[in-house]
């Protein structure tokens, strides 16, 4: 059974995995999903997840370490594309990550949702609901961890969902729940990418 995260709630990726079931953790899904509510703006809504890789000091030592629909791969981490409409039922949209492949020098992978082109089309996710992260055994579709953020972003365009990180050598996962305002281009200067 999946352990379930409220917001700031840590844990460790091989207990939680062992307390699902699996004994050997090797590579995982984080799947991300979303509803929209109710909207008359005249646009879809299109959100984009990605995942910074970021060094001890929090920022990506590359741009190759931002991972997203036009970057898909980096050592250990692989976006399986965008989806545009978020209409289908479970993930949306999905990041693989092979844990013994990731750079030794990433301490951390934030998981991230941006809604493309927010100001423009005066969208935020106060007009998103069932947002959610789960991290899965992807060798054996068992759930791990879920964190549902709830609907308390009524400005923000970005959130950072949840990150993988090292502790005391292995991997741990925390429940962020970090809104900003400024889209894409504010996380992507917040870790360090150039814009």
Known sequence: MAVNLGKGGKVSLAK????????SLKRVGVGLGWDTNKYDGGFDFD??????????????????????????DAPGVHHTGDNRTGDAEGDDELIEVTLGDVASAVEKISFTVTIHQAEERNQNFGQVSNAYIRVFDLDNNIDIIRYDLGEDFSIETAIVVGELYRHGGE???????????????????????NV
């Open 47 to 72: 959100l984009d997840a990605a995942a910074f890789l970021t060094n001890s000091a929090g920022k990506v030592s590359s741009d190759s370490d931002f991972v997203f629909y036009n970057n898909t």
């Open 171 to 193: 991997w741990k996962f925390n429940a962020v729940g970090s809104g900003f305002s400024g889209g894409l281009y504010a996380l992507c200067k917040n870790f360090g990418v």
């Open 16 to 23: 939680a995995a062992s307390d699902a079931g699996v004994s």
